[in-house]
């Protein structure tokens, strides 16, 4: 077995590891990556960190991704795609932790989104979140979320209204 994988299989955590935008799939990644930490000491964020096994992975508690490219650029393998229309296959998912359903009122999440792609709708009592398209998965409503109730999640997972 390839020492790479191995340390994958070793994984702390059961949730896969959300790697860098326009990178090919992990499996060609974990097999040609020299986890060199060239990404990591590049990005203007510091959302990269070097995860399991030495791999590069994101950290969205300490910051968003940005989308600028240096990842890539900074990147001596063959490993990042052109970048294309979508960087990635996610977004954001609100969960039963958000704090409107509980009746306390809460806007941090678009409060931090740039490109305003969570918007309010008018309710009897805190009005609830919802998810537009617009949604990057960029990552930074993640840690302004008091109720932990914010995910990452592949777009094929993703209800598109969110929470009712
Ligand atoms: S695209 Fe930029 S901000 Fe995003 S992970 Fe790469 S270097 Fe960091
Ligand atoms: S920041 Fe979290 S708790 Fe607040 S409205 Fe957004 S999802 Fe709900
Ligand atoms: S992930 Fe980025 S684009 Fe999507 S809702 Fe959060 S802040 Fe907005």
């Given at each position: 077995m390839?020492?790479?994988r191995l340390w994958l299989r070793l994984?702390?955590?059961n949730s896969a590891p959300i790697r860098m935008p326009h990178l090919v799939d992990e499996s060609r990644f974990v097999d040609h990556c020299s986890r060199c930490r060239a990404c990591?000491?590049?990005?203007?964020?510091?959302?990269?960190?070097?995860?399991?096994?030495?791999?590069?992975?994101l950290n969205f508690q300490?910051?968003?991704?940005?989308?600028?490219?240096a990842c890539a650029r900074a990147c001596s393998?063959?490993?990042?795609?052109?970048?294309?229309?979508?960087?990635?296959?996610?977004?954001?998912a609100i969960g039963e932790g958000c704090?409107?359903?509980?009746?306390?009122?809460c806007r941090s999440c678009a409060d931090a989104c740039d490109v305003m792609a969570i918007r309010?709708?008018?309710?009897?009592?805190?009005?609830?979140?919802?998810l537009t398209d617009d949604?990057?998965?960029c990552g930074a409503c993640l840690p302004r979320c008091p109720g932990q109730a914010l995910s990452l999640t592949p777009l094929t997972q993703t209800p598109k209204g969110d929470i009712a």
């Open positions: 390839n020492p790479s994984r702390r955590s990591v000491d590049v990005c203007e964020t510091g959302v990269i960190v070097v995860g399991d096994g030495g791999f590069p992975e300490r910051a968003e991704c940005t989308f600028c490219g393998e063959p490993l990042f795609l052109a970048p294309a229309e979508a960087p990635w296959p996610y977004r954001i704090l409107p359903h509980l009746g306390v009122e309010f709708r008018p309710s009897a009592g805190a009005a609830y979140p919802t949604c990057t998965g």
